[in-house]
């Protein structure tokens, strides 16, 4: 059973195990606006948490990722450049940006549940 | 830059309109505007190129500088732009530029002449709303004793772009749909009292309607009970604009850039270029004799990712060449899109040159502009 957590940045990690999916929120992009290029890492970087992990592009603008967590890339989402609206349309699904295996699993304690990441952002 | 704020924020009068249809507002040049509405900068920019868009560029300044007659007007607002005004006819309006004495570019404007014989000695100005304080205070203090700026505080304007933006406006106003491109007109728009123009910053046919405050909100409504119509923030004013190959203040303009640099002698008309008789007119006469030091092109990096404005540009050697002005993605072009200046050796379309994305380079060619076939109304 995964477990979603959330930075003040509007990144989510959604976990299973050791391995942790990386993504936006959907307030994230609905603030982004449409996306039109995610620029990813390549499998095998090591991260520290709060490293850039990643590059959104919207119409408007560049917006720097970074990692919410501490670990290894494992898989990234090969498709997501081709197919960039994902991240509008689906962010926690088929948007998803990077998978990480966890360095550190107690900075998890840190990051935000939905509860609170719904207290964050307003809503 | 034009997204500089000081003081309070301002509002158009057409704020509660943007509001109430769900637009996400950002300040931009002191004014609370609207980016985008619900539907995206994406669908926004398409749905303005395949029907109409309805813009509110009520931020933008609106003047009117008056003397005895035509000749007289026109000879004084001359000394201050580069294009020919005297020989500009009733009903027609032309684009310019202000002119600092080292021939930069203070602002670039529209001069509208009325069709009416009674508003003879008299021009309308629209210039932008990030720089409306300094041109109106630089106009007052050169043009003393020779011209009276009045400055038309309480005008919104409304900018209808798009294929279908002409039978949008012939219902409405008949006499519209007969004007040329750059034509201006008064009258009549949906039984409010209207100045307008057949011109707008996209690339697309369309108009700019000017009407007073207080009948902002019933034209944004009418013109909005069209189908095909629909309301676009300055998000996609800013890819229509960019794929249009046009400039914007602040970012292709500067103080320190001439209309020649910027790819503009065609808006200076023959008679002006030998005579000069305008700010900087030695600079611009030697760069049009020698070529400009550096000039505007378009670029187009490959890959997908759109490359900002700052930018730098670099030749095949590495070596800087140049800055990016704009950039970003081009929906219509379907990938990204750039402008900015390089030495005119570097600007033939086709010139393979490199730009730095997050300190790599990303390969990219000169493209001619603008992107995307300009449709003004020919007629």
Redesign the interface.
């Given at each position: 059973m995964a477990t979603i957590r959330f930075t003040k940045d509007h990144e989510y990690v959604s976990v299973d195990g050791d391995i942790a999916t990386v993504g936006i929120t959907d307030y994230a992009q609905s603030q982004l606006?449409?996306v039109?290029?995610v620029?990813l890492p390549t499998a095998g970087k090591t991260l520290k948490q709060g490293d850039e992990a990643a590059?959104v592009?919207s119409?408007?603008?560049?917006s720097e990722v970074y990692a919410p967590v501490s670990g290894t890339v494992v898989e990234i989402n090969a498709g997501l450049?081709?197919s960039?609206s994902d991240v509008?349309e689906d962010p926690l699904g088929k948007g998803w940006f990077l998978k990480l295996r966890l360095a550190n699993p107690a900075e998890l304690d840190a990051l935000m549940d939905e509860a609170a990441y719904q207290a964050h952002i307003g809503a | 830059m034009a997204e500089d704020t000081t003081g309070p924020i301002l509002k158009t009068p057409l704020h509660a309109e943007h509001v109430a249809l769900g637009a996400r507002m950002v300040p931009f040049a002191g004014y609370d505007m609207p980016v985008q509405y619900p539907s995206g900068i994406i669908a926004e920019h398409n749905h303005t190129r395949s029907a109409a868009g309805l813009f509110d560029v009520s931020h933008m300044g609106q003047a009117f500088l008056a003397a005895d007659d035509h000749l007289s007007v026109a000879s004084a607002l001359e000394s201050l732009i580069p294009a020919d005004i005297i020989n500009l006819g009733r009903g027609r309006q032309r684009y310019s530029q202000l002119l600092n004495e080292d021939g930069g570019v203070v602002d670039d404007l529209m001069v509208v002449r009325s069709p009416d014989p009674e508003d003879d000695g008299v021009l309308g100005l629209v210039v932008n709303a990030s720089r409306k304080a300094i041109d109106f205070a630089l106009i007052e203090e050169r043009l003393a004793g020779r011209a009276r700026l009045t400055v038309d505080a309480d005008r919104a304007l409304l900018a209808l772009q798009g294929p279908q933006a002409a039978a949008v406006m012939a219902a409405l106003c008949h006499e519209a749909a007969g004007l040329p491109f750059m034509g201006a007109g008064t009258g009549l728009v949906a039984g409010i009292e209207a100045g307008y123009t057949r011109s707008g910053y996209t690339g697309e046919d369309g108009y700019e309607i000017s009407v007073k405050h207080d009948h902002a909100v019933a034209l944004w409504r009418r013109l909005l009970d069209d189908p095909r119509v629909k309301p676009i923030g300055l998000g996609a004013r800013d890819s229509l604009r960019l794929e249009g190959g046009l400039c914007l203040y602040g970012h292709e303009l500067d103080e320190t850039t001439s209309p020649v640099e910027a790819n503009l002698t065609w808006s200076i008309q023959k008679r002006r270029r030998p005579e000069g008789g305008f700010p900087g007119a030695e600079r611009l006469q030697r760069e049009w004799a020698q070529g400009p030091a550096r000039i505007r092109i378009g670029l187009i990096p490959e890959g997908r990712s759109p490359v900002r404005e700052g930018a730098a540009i670099r030749d095949s050697d590495g070596k800087a060449v140049g800055i990016v002005t704009s950039g970003g993605f081009g929906p219509t072009i379907g990938g990204p899109i750039a402008m900015g200046y390089v030495p005119p050796a570097l600007a033939a379309p086709g010139t393979p040159l490199f730009l730095d994305l997050r300190g790599k380079d990303v390969q990219a060619k000169v493209a001619a502009l603008p992107f995307t076939p300009s449709r003004f109304h020919r007629g």
């Open positions: 606006g449409d039109v290029y620029e590059v592009e119409v408007k603008a560049a450049p081709d960039p509008n | -």
